[in-house]
Nanobody, 115 residues
Framework: QVQLVESGGGLVQAGGSLRLSCVAA????????MGWYRQAPGKQRELVAA???????NYLDSVKGRFTISRDNAKNTVYLQMNSLKPEDTAVYYC?????????WGQGTQVTVSS
């Protein structure tokens, strides 16, 4: 599925910042939560941050205080502001959208943090 479009990944030095964006296509109906997952080589995909339609937020413990998830409902877009990046944050980051029936995934965007 190509109904989620991600942008904002790239290469950054440790301590730097990136802002990821994910736009959900209008063809996705009834989204009640969106989030960001990441997967590093040889590791399982893990939830980094999620936000519900009521703007409640959850974060992976290791990113609390550094990452902020937000959404713009009018634009059907979710963002992940990543500050104080560490080399261990290096991974492919995937946008996810959930409805009561289906989940949708983006193609992923590479985030690389150098020492």
């Amino acid at each position: 599925q190509v109904q989620l479009v991600e942008s904002g990944g790239g290469l950054v030095q440790a301590g730097g910042s990136l802002r990821l964006s994910c736009v959900a296509a209008g063809s996705i109906w009834g989204i009640n939560a969106m989030g960001w997952y990441r997967q590093a080589p040889g590791k399982q995909r893990e939830l980094v941050a999620a936000i519900t339609s009521g703007d409640t937020m959850n974060y992976l413990d290791s990113v609390k205080g550094r990452f902020t998830i937000s959404r713009d409902n009018a634009k059907n877009t979710v963002y992940l502001q990543m500050n104080s990046l560490k080399p261990e944050d290096t991974a492919v980051y995937y946008c996810n959208a959930k409805t009561p029936v289906l989940g949708y995934w983006g193609q992923g965007t590479q985030v690389t943090v150098s020492s």
